[in-house]
């Protein structure tokens, strides 16, 4: 069975980074074609794709906010790990990790999410 | 980059079907999936690769694709079917998935 959970503050202040990980069990970053992204959504508002990493290490962004994100991957963990620096009022929103099984695969397993809010 | 177009809200009688919509360049030549996301819970896929429908996802929910838009239709709709509804696809340009704005479901 495939689970994912965030973990990371609940609040972050203006201009800090965010740091994010997702522990997930019941399949490996390993396996050819597996990806894990992050997504986010604001309260009130649309999904929104951040970020997705590969078996391979590839990795694909968001444009809008590819100059401030990093994603990357411990294998041997588990996890996976989303940076996002200069954080700003606007991005409060609850972050979701998700499983892509292969290519152009749904987001097929979900996490919890997690509320950041951004406030000084 | 690739937008994909879906109606704010469609609102349904209970044992109705609802249609929602997902409107995008040539969406019939992509694979779409559907989310369902309830208040305070994350998305749950509905529908996989246009129609394809995950174990424990009610034969009610169904999927079509062709042209410039692809349908997610409920039928005989119920009360626990409302909730925001998301499509989604993969830009072969970018390797980006892209996301419909969603669309809010009532049961009236």
């Known amino acids: 069975q495939i689970t994912l959970k965030e973990s990371g503050p609940a609040q972050v202040k203006p201009t800090q980074t965010l740091t994010l990980t997702c522990t997930f069990s019941?399949?490996?970053?390993?396996?050819?074609?597996?990806?894990v992204g992050w997504l986010r959504q604001p309260p009130g508002k649309a999904l929104e794709w951040l970020t997705l990493?590969?078996?391979?290490?590839?990795?694909r962004y968001s444009p809008s906010l590819k100059s401030r994100l990093t994603i990357t991957k411990d294998t041997s963990k588990n996890q996976v790990v989303l940076t996002m620096t200069n954080m700003d009022p606007a991005d409060t929103a609850t972050y979701y990790c998700?499983?892509?099984?292969?290519?152009?695969?749904?987001?097929?397993?979900w996490g919890q999410g997690t509320l950041v809010t951004v406030s000084s | 980059s690739y937008v994909l177009t879906q109606p704010p809200s469609v609102s349904v009688a209970p044992g109705k079907t609802a249609r929602i919509s997902c409107g995008g360049n040539?969406?019939?030549?992509?694979?779409v999936h559907w989310y369902q996301q309830k208040p305070g819970q994350a998305p749950v896929l509905v529908i996989y690769?246009?129609?394809d429908r995950p174990s424990g996802i009610p034969e009610r929910f169904s999927g079509s694709n062709s042209g410039n838009t692809a349908t997610l239709t409920i039928s005989r709709v119920e009360a626990g079917d409302e909730a925001d509804y998301y499509c989604?696809?993969?830009?072969?340009?970018?390797?980006?998935?892209?996301f419909g704005g969603g669309t809010k479901v009532t049961v009236l």
């Open positions: 998700a499983h892509r099984r292969t290519t152009v695969a749904p987001f097929d397993y």
């Open positions: 019941g399949f490996s970053l390993s396996t050819s074609g597996v990806g």
């Open positions: 990493i590969y078996w391979t290490d590839d990795k």
């Open positions: 040539n969406i019939g030549s992509k694979s």
């Open positions: 690769y246009d129609s």
């Open positions: 989604q696809v993969w830009d072969s340009y970018t390797d980006h998935p892209v």
